[in-house]
């Protein structure tokens, strides 16, 4: 059976886009048929994770939202640019990066109950095994039908005041919509507070921190070009995400 993972964050540069790309890579790694869409239509950005040039887009998930194309057309299979061992495949929805188009979605909104038909139609006519959609930061009508559908809620936060605070009013909704499982991640701590930083949070929220993410200069010297578990295949923030993948695919 497929599953839905949400990836989502309160507020921006948390590393939620990272986060999805990698989580993506790792179970297409073990063989999944896994699509990831772009739900950030304000801020589109997944894309450049994956290689895929703004130029050679084509269709995207802007022209599914406002009737120009269904959404499978708008998926690229990107498998091919993430190296021979994958044993999936990776299907990206992406938004579109033209100004025009970003200005429309602001001006003109969509209807957002076609984002569900659409994950729908992704899983059934994609045979996906998982679809994993990367969430536009904070809480409106798009990110609570996202949440809302997910078996999975992936939670990203940073030591940040401002950061905890978001974060609990989004812990708060996710258990009145019922997710059936939601995992924390921690991201960009100082390593000498990671174990100080897991037990904070867990308490803070009653909610188990599945992993906690070092601040790394590997991670911040890629700065978005790639996906660091292809690029650092050994480094332990891979094993770190691994870990996040085993849990989303358990």
Known sequence: MSKIISVHSFRGG???SNTSANLTYLCALQGLRVGV???DIQSPGIHVLFGLDDQDMGRSLNDYLWGKCKI???AHDVTSTL???IKGKVFL???SIKAGEIARVLREGYDVGLLNDGFESLV???NLDMLIIDTHPGLNEETLLSIAISDTLVLILRPDQQDYQGTSVTVEVARKLGVPQMLLMDNKVPVMLMNEVKQRIEKLYNCEVAVVIPHTDELMTLASSGI???RYPDHPVTSLYKKMAERVMA
């Open 37 to 39: 869409v772009d739900t």
């Open 93 to 95: 929805i992406p938004s």
């Open 14 to 16: 948390t590393g939620k």
């Open 228 to 230: 660091f578990s292809l």
């Open 124 to 126: 059934k006519n994609l």
């Open 72 to 74: 499978e057309d708008a």
């Open 83 to 85: 190296g021979s061992q």
